[in-house]
């Protein structure tokens, strides 16, 4: 079976527990109903070659801060729509079954819609778990950290070796040093050790908001 290719060999994500340094099943898995989870919208400039009326931005929505620096994702059969920001300069993406709910960031120009199945930019891939049900439309994507995320990447074949897998958070729950290779060493400075679960989640949104990216910021 092995010479056949059934059974083989690959990383994957697990659940993994910091505080008893062992992987977990999902059957292992005690929720915390106390903990609040920090949501945020965050804003990234396009490709200058790919602006559309200026600057144009993508907003996404990420539950997991200490994982923004990857993919983002788009759902194929979703349209999306560019819409003038109304806080700063330039343009937004979102979802267009979401522009009501975010009807407070944007401002009347609609512009032409974009369906999701046009993206080619291996930094926005198309996923179908993504949904129009919440958030903006357009999701960041962390392969080692989500399930779904992994899933997306191997079927788009960006997923090649375990070299390919980045992740930022290390046995100990902690910003691993890692996070130099995207934040640059300066800011890694500042995030190093920290721990995603205490402060560090909470110390990369305000990182964000220092750079104006951040757009908003709330717990679930």
């Known amino acids: 079976m092995v010479e056949q290719g059934l059974i083989y060999r690959h990383y994957r994500p697990v ?5 008893s340094h062992s992987a977990l099943t ?3 898995l005690v929720y915390n109903d106390d903990r609040v989870s920090h949501s945020v919208f965050v804003t990234f400039q396009l490709d200058l070659q ?3 009326a200026g600057t144009a931005l993508r907003e996404i929505l990420t539950g ?8 983002i994702a ?3 059969e979703l349209t999306y729509s560019v819409v003038r920001a109304s806080v700063k300069e330039g343009v937004l993406i979102v979802a267009r079954d979401r522009l009501i709910a975010l009807e407070q960031i944007w401002s009347d120009s609609v512009f032409s819609p974009i369906n999701g199945s046009k ?10 778990h993504v949904t129009s049900e919440s958030g903006s439309g357009l999701v960041q994507c962390a392969p080692a950290h989500g ?3 992994y899933l997306a990447f191997r079927a788009l074949g ?3 070796g375990s070299m390919e897998i980045v992740f930022h958070v290390d046995d100990a729950g902690k910003i691993s040093p890692d996070v130099d290779h995207v934040a640059g060493e300066e800011t890694a400075q500042t995030l190093v050790e920290q721990e995603v679960l205490k402060g560090g989640s909470k110390a990369i949104v305000k990182l964000l908001e220092s750079m104006s990216t951040c757009e908003n910021a709330f717990s679930l």
């Open 50 to 52: 790919m602006q559309v």
């Open 15 to 19: 659940h993994y527990s910091p505080s």
């Open 158 to 160: 960006l997923l090649q």
């Open 119 to 128: 993206t080619t930019r291996a930094e926005i891939i198309t996923a179908s």
């Open 64 to 71: 997991e801060p200490s994982n923004m620096v990857l993919s």
């Open 26 to 28: 999902g059957t292992g």
């Open 147 to 149: 399930a779904e995320d």
């Open 74 to 76: 788009v759902h194929p």
